[in-house]
Each structure stands twice: as structure tokens, then as C-alpha cells.
């Protein structure tokens, strides 16, 4: 006879209640979601220009002759320099608040202290100077 192997019981894991601090860290890693409304009412005239920029326009109908080739060329409205502008913008990865802080502060200190060694190599230069001179 052969015997059947026992089954395990599964051993019930009870979850601990999340820590004010966890919650605030989950909410913290999320997304703020963006008010769809909103969203819309500043983006639909982005996007009505954009698509307006994006066409091509031909200023007047002319004849089908070399004058008219030449005349009735086709033109954007908007530069190729500013959709390539524009493209690049949103290529940029912007420092954060605190990240653009830290760094300003750090480009102050060392403003300062650059003018101090400044300041200083002048007075030093202007004793020389004058024991030099004036001698």
C-alpha cells in the first residue's frame, strides 16, 4: 500500500499595518496625476498651432509655367530653426527644486570666495607696489 504524502498546512503570514512613514514614501513614488480639464484647456491651443505650423502653404495659385514654379513655391509657417529649437527643449532633463538650490548655492560660495582672492591678491599687490614705487 502505498501512502499518500501529507499535505502542508499553509501557514498564514498576517500583514503589520503600514507605518505612516510607508505611506507617506508610497505617496511620495506615485505620480501626481494632472486634472485632465486642465490639461486640456492649456494644450488645445498648443496643438492647434502646432498642427497650423506644420502645414505647408502655398501663398497664391499661379500658372503652371516657370514663373509659377518659382513664385508659387511652398512655405512653413513656421521655421525650421524653432520646430528644431523646440525638439531640443524637450530633450532637456531640468534639475529639480532642490537640485537647482543646492546649486546656486554653490555657484554663490564660490563667488565669494573667488572676490575674497581677489580682494586679497589686490592688497597684496598694492603694498608691493607701493614699498617698490615709493621707496
Known sequence: ???????????RV???????????DKQTSRKKPTTGKLRAKIYRPLTVLRK????????VPVPKNKAGKILGKRFNLVPKFLKEAW?????????????????????????VIFAIFVQLLDFVFNKLFKIILLK
Open 1 to 11: 500500500m502505498e501512502q499518500k504524502p501529507k499535505q502542508q498546512k499553509k501557514i
Open 14 to 24: 498576517r500583514k503589520s499595518p503600514e507605518t505612516v512613514r510607508e505611506r507617506a
Open 52 to 59: 497650423a505650423g506644420q502645414k505647408e502653404f502655398n501663398p
Open 87 to 111: 525638439a531640443e527643449l524637450k530633450l532637456v532633463t531640468w534639475p529639480t527644486k532642490k537640485e537647482a538650490a543646492r546649486l546656486t548655492g554653490a555657484v554663490v560660495i564660490f563667488a
